[in-house]
């Protein structure tokens, strides 16, 4: 499609697609809380500490019992942009978000959560892509427009966080569960809510993020948004996040995460193969072992270091700078991290599956019952 210049020329799909790219937005910065009076300064400091600071915050709490909600709104006096506190006692992450943004006046939404300290850079590199066209930045099919000639903006972009550990433990916990750059593919990457940005308009267009899911909310999210529009990816654009700092925090960390796997359907494929190997490979293993010969478990041995030779690889530089007894420590907690994960894992599963059965179950229950009563 072509359409008509002032000047009687002939002004192409790229021309005003550039023509209406944001050149400097309006970026709300929101953040869900509760009970961070602990670790909220951090967050701030490194909020006020930004080379492009927000044009205001938006900071939704969840009923707070401690001072968090005091601490920010002192904070909040003394910065140059505006800083509004939502109190919502019981709301879940999604709901603090989406209130957040509903009252945001950002035409850009950047989001982070409590527990990070930001890079100075961070929402200046995050977003940057927002502030300019660029060859980076592919025009999906749905914008019938050709990709050759026609680069948009993102609607979303990724950004990316890296372990912030404080002894040897945390040290083998980031090794063992958070990726590193390299591992990234930039065109599936799926942003955590501790660093990513978007357009309003595309955060309308979805829905918003999901009330009904209290854990893997953004991961929902992201997969809603990826299904309609562009994505941008902004490594440097960086939030340091410290990783739990026991196994009993883990635990239930990613219990919390396989139950909101069940209960939004996701990741089927992966959660079998946990079970299949853990119930029915690993046993029988050890039974042919037992009752044929030690080959077999040379065979559990090379399964048991391929599934870990990621934790180690990425372990293997901080390495350098512990003491012997740290080194043994960690080198020992990957495989003891990996199977703590994998049995929570397979305990929170089902019971997201259950749940979504039963709340499928009773939408079905009540429309039958509708019907019945309409007839």
Not at 234 to 262: E, I, T, W
């Amino acid at each position: 499609m072509q359409r008509r210049k002032a000047d009687g020329g002939r002004k192409t799909d790229a021309d005003v697609l550039r023509s209406v790219a944001p050149s400097h937005p309006f970026v709300s910065l929101i953040v869900t809380v509760k009970n961070e009076a602990h670790v909220i300064a951090r967050l701030l400091n490194s909020i006020s500490a930004q080379t492009r600071l927000p044009d205001e915050v938006v900071i939704a709490d969840g009923g707070s019992r401690d001072e968090t909600v005091q601490l920010i709104e002192a904070w909040g006096a003394r910065q140059s942009f505006p800083v509004r506190v939502l109190v919502m006692p019981d709301a879940n992450i999604s709901q603090g978000r989406n209130a957040a943004i509903r009252v945001a006046r950002g035409e850009v939404i950047a989001a982070t959560d409590a527990g990070v300290r930001l890079d100075e850079c961070w929402l200046e590199k995050l977003i940057a892509p927002f502030e300019t066209t660029s060859d980076v930045w592919q025009v999906t099919s749905a914008h019938v427009v050709s990709p050759v000639t026609c680069h948009l903006s993102p609607q979303v972009v990724s950004g990316f966080f890296i372990p912030d550990p404080h002894n040897a433990f945390e040290t083998a916990m980031s090794a063992t569960v958070l990726p590193h750059l390299r591992d990234v593919k930039p065109e599936t990457f799926l942003p955590s809510s501790r660093s990513v940005a978007f357009t309003k308009d595309a955060w309308q267009a979805v829905g918003g993020y999901p009330e009904w899911l209290d854990y893997c909310e953004d991961l929902v999210f992201d997969l809603s948004l990826r299904e309609m529009f562009t994505f941008g990816f902004a490594p440097d654009a960086v939030v340091y996040f410290r990783p739990r700092g026991s196994l009993r925090a883990f635990f239930k960390q990613y219990y919390l995460y396989a139950r909101g796997d069940g209960k939004a359907d996701l990741w089927r494929k992966r959660h079998a193969i946990r079970y299949v190997t853990y119930l029915i490979a690993a046993p029988l293993l050890l039974v042919l072992t037992l009752k044929h010969s030690h080959w077999w478990l040379g065979a559990l041995g090379v399964g048991a270091a391929l599934y870990t030779r990621a934790p180690y690889r990425r372990l293997a530089p901080d390495l350098a700078r512990m003491s012997l007894r740290d080194k043994l420590y960690a080198l020992a907690l990957v495989s003891i991290i990996r199977v703590v994960g994998d049995a929570a894992k397979m305990l929170g599963y089902p019971v997201g599956v259950v749940w979504r059965r039963r709340q499928v179950s009773g939408i079905k229950c009540q429309v039958s019952r509708d019907v019945r009563l309409d007839t």
